[in-house]
């Protein structure tokens, strides 16, 4: 593709052409990502939608980017400079593709997270660059065992895909010959390397009708915008320093809790999150990189400062991140990090936690806190290999005027739900659950979100299986009032004469064929005190099968003789959902 050499009236852009240009970068970064989707191959991906897209300037501030992942913007906010530090400018081309996953060498939270990215190049000049970041179904490693950085897949650090337009075929050889499934890779890189292509024609197009002195001159009037917007919104928050502290239920490897502490300091327009006395980096693969930490801040902060503030450096511009080096918030090399995502769901929460002291109509209570989920690794009938991985859904806390949604993903992940048909066309399994789980929502006037209960049958023997989670022993908190919600369990074989608790993580499965593993995945906090919620609510809940009738009476205050006739109505399908 060759880019435009059009230029444009300089000087300050009208308010007009600022808000198309704004809304076509935008419309740029989320068709990248639809491409992306539609061109995949692999599950993840084409059916869960796991992948990110946005459009940086040429020093790596984030000028666009589509709704998505917004923890995946952890694996962009360093990229633009880690490419600097390896390639001097006069060395990037036109046709340039830039590959990396490395946590710690700028551009990626954990191996999983392939991010590419192309220079927009005007004139013989970088103007831009557009990114991706897809989440691989199976990018090498072990499978077995408690993982570390080097068995978590194959480490990629930034370097050159494509030169000028050319594949370079040593490298991309290199990475497929260290994963099970390269034919599913190769498909997803390329899947990547069009959506880049896309982004590049957009901006071609911005740049031929608007010229490139307009197009840098909406780019820094926007970034202004989203600042005022920012300093505006942060002067309805009560200034001060506000503290909060939850704790990760042990890291797979030991059990004892993790805490992760914050200080919220609101002051002068700009808002400090400073994380000192977070529990150091640990051993098992939870630890959050800084740059999976400033995503999960800005996403948690976004969401109360102003929920319509546009995610750029503008916004970024106001908020502060302090997390010491060598903290699970802050991980160091080789620490392992395939899991980050659960760490990152508690940096929400503790973030809301702090501001619910001075704003709680703005906050929700605490949602499941976690990105539960199942990696199976094996073999087919024909011998050939199956990697999935599934991230599922819990329950969304609830606020001052609503109930929290229920089985749904929160916070700094946006994936689907797989349907059922799509999962077991593709791999040798079968899923015998699929509910909502009763009791879970954490009761109040108004009711924590459900967890959900996903069960699978193995069709196929030596299945490697990895289970990833959070909150089976502490329990999403309430707010106002409101109680706490279901935690999770992991149950293998659970209808049988032998079934077994496991943890939330384990690390070191082996499923023989007609085994089946149970995820409860948990709930979320509820808001204000229960005895408040709308009586037909309550009753409500009791028919839908989401309260059971003991939980009515003892909780909600129904009558035995108002639950027993409401429950006439459920599903008669109760679960045991321990709340802590």
Known sequence: MTNSNATANAGQPDPITTEVVGSSLIAAA?????????????????????????????????????????????SMLGLVHAIHERYPVSDIELGDVFITNDPYSG?????????????????????????????????????????????????????????????????????????????????????????????????????????????HACLRRLEEQAETQSRAGIATIPEG??????????????DDPVPITVAVTVAEGQITCDF?????????PINLPYYATMASVYYALKAVIDPTLPAN????????????????????????????????????EVVLGALAQVIPERVTAASNGAVSGVYFLGRRADDSYYAYIETLGGGMGAGAHNDGADGVQVHTTNTSNLPVEALELEYPMLVERYELAP??????????????????????????????????????????????????????????????????????????AGETLRIVTPGAGGYGPPEERDHEAVLRDVREGKVSPAVAMDVYGLTAEEATEASRFGSGDEQDITRT
Not at 124 to 146: D, L, P, R
Not at 276 to 284: I, L, Y
């Open 30 to 74: 989320s068709e990248m990502g639809e491409v992306l989707v539609r061109a995949a191959f692999s599950t993840n991906i084409k059916e869960r939608r796991d992948t990110s897209a946005a459009v940086l300037d040429p020093t790596g501030d984030t000028i666009a980017q589509a709704s998505h992942i917004p923890l995946h913007m952890g």
């Open 276 to 284: 000192a006395g977070s529990a150091p980096q640990v051993r098992g």
């Open 107 to 215: 551009g990626g939270t954990h191996l999983p997270d392939v991010t590419l990215a192309a220079p927009f190049i005007v004139d013989g000049e970088v103007t831009a660059f557009v990114a991706n970041v897809a989440h691989h179904g199976e990018i090498g490693g072990s499978n077995s065992g408690v993982p570390d950085i080097y068995s978590e897949g194959t480490r990629i650090p930034l370097i050159r895909l494509h030169r000028a337009g050319q594949l370079n075929t040593d490298v991309m050889d290199l990475i497929l010959a260290n994963c099970r499934l390269p034919n599913e890779r190769l498909a997803d890189f390329r899947a990547q390397v069009a959506s880049l292509n896309m982004g590049l024609q957009r901006l071609d197009e911005l740049v031929a009708r608007y010229g490139v002195d307009t197009l």
């Open 241 to 254: 320093t506000h503290e909060f502290s939850d704790r990760m239920d042990g890291d797979g490897v030991d």
């Open 439 to 512: 009791d879970s929502g954490g009761p109040g006037r108004h009711r924590g979100g459900m967890g959900i209960v996903r069960e699978y049958r193995m069709l196929a023997g030596d299945a490697q299986v990895r289970t990833k989670g959070d909150r089976d022993r502490t329990a999403p908190w309430g707010l106002a009032g409101g109680l706490s919600g279901g935690v999770s369990r992991v149950v293998r074989n659970a209808d049988t004469a032998d079934p077994t608790e496991l943890r939330a993580k384990e690390y070191d499965l082996l499923l023989d």
């Open 313 to 348: 450096s503008g916004f970024y511009r106001t908020i502060r991140v302090l997390a010491p080096e060598g903290t699970i918030v802050n991980c160091l090399p080789p620490s392992p990090c395939l899991f980050r995502s659960d760490t990152a769901q508690r940096i929400v």
